[in-house]
């Protein structure tokens, strides 16, 4: 079954800092990853998907994520933090049997001025 | 604006009634979704409809129930079948024209509480 863990709940980072939200992955097949935000009381963005190709895939307000194979990893990346980034961030999925998004748990990103 | 609404925003319901969530959008996509998010689990899928007169369970369906009866509405209604409904609602769609794309547009989401 595919799945997706992000094993932090919290990441704190201060503002300027590089920052880092993991996730790993678990597909029989070639993986179609995603990345959301979700601000509080709000609905989900999409930030970025890779397909295919590249293994670092550019998203919205400047995030960025790197795929690795052979570590079944897509973590979330941005060379430098801002306090407005704070907020809740999904990886998911796509279960290629059914084309649904599988969600991870999230991880909450503080970013401290 | 093209976009996806939801309502109430918040909505406070007795045990043992029904309630029913609005989910309307502009958008002309094909897709939609309903999620619930609870506190450390993410999201799980409720029901989904590929098109008109069309819907099919998800992951935790028991206690809810859907229609499709128009391209642009969606609504959820939590019965009273479903024995912890207290959480938040979220409705999405997908921009895909001939297939899912995965790149879900989402809602303000609803915020049921049962007192």
């Known amino acids: 079954a595919q799945s997706v863990a992000q094993p932090e709940d919290q990441v704190n980072v201060a503002e300027g800092n590089p920052l880092t939200v993991k996730c790993t992955y678990s597909?029989?097949?070639?993986?179609?990853l995603f990345w959301y935000v979700q601000y509080p009381n709000r609905g989900l963005q999409f930030l970025l998907k890779?397909?295919?190709?590249?293994?670092l895939v550019k998203g919205s307000y400047g995030f960025e994520a790197e795929f690795n194979k052979s570590q079944t990893s897509f973590h979330l990346k941005k060379p430098s933090a801002l306090v407005s980034d704070s907020a809740l961030y999904f990886c998911?999925?796509?279960?290629?049997?059914?084309?649904?998004?599988?969600f991870g748990t999230g991880t909450r990103l503080q970013v401290f001025p | 604006d093209g976009g996806i609404t939801q309502s109430p925003k918040y909505l406070f319901r007795k045990e043992g009634q029904n309630v029913t969530l609005s989910c309307e959008q502009n958008l002309n996509h094909d897709a939609m979704y309903w999620y619930r998010q609870d506190p450390g689990q993410g999201l799980r899928l409720i029901y989904y409809?590929?098109?008109?007169?069309?819907?099919q369970k998800g992951d935790i369906a028991e206690g809810y129930s859907v229609s499709r009866e128009k391209k642009e509405s969606f609504p959820l209604t939590v019965t009273s079948a479903q024995k912890n409904p207290t959480a938040f609602y979220l409705c999405?769609?997908?921009?895909?024209?001939?297939?899912?794309?995965?790149?879900?547009?989402f809602g303000e989401g609803s915020r049921l509480t049962v007192l």
């Open positions: 890779y397909i295919t190709g590249d293994n």
């Open positions: 998911a999925v796509r279960d290629l049997n059914t084309d649904k998004l599988i």
């Open positions: 409809s590929q098109i008109v007169n069309d819907f």
């Open positions: 597909v029989s097949g070639n993986p179609y």
């Open positions: 999405a769609t997908d921009r895909g024209l001939t297939g899912n794309t995965g790149e879900l547009f």
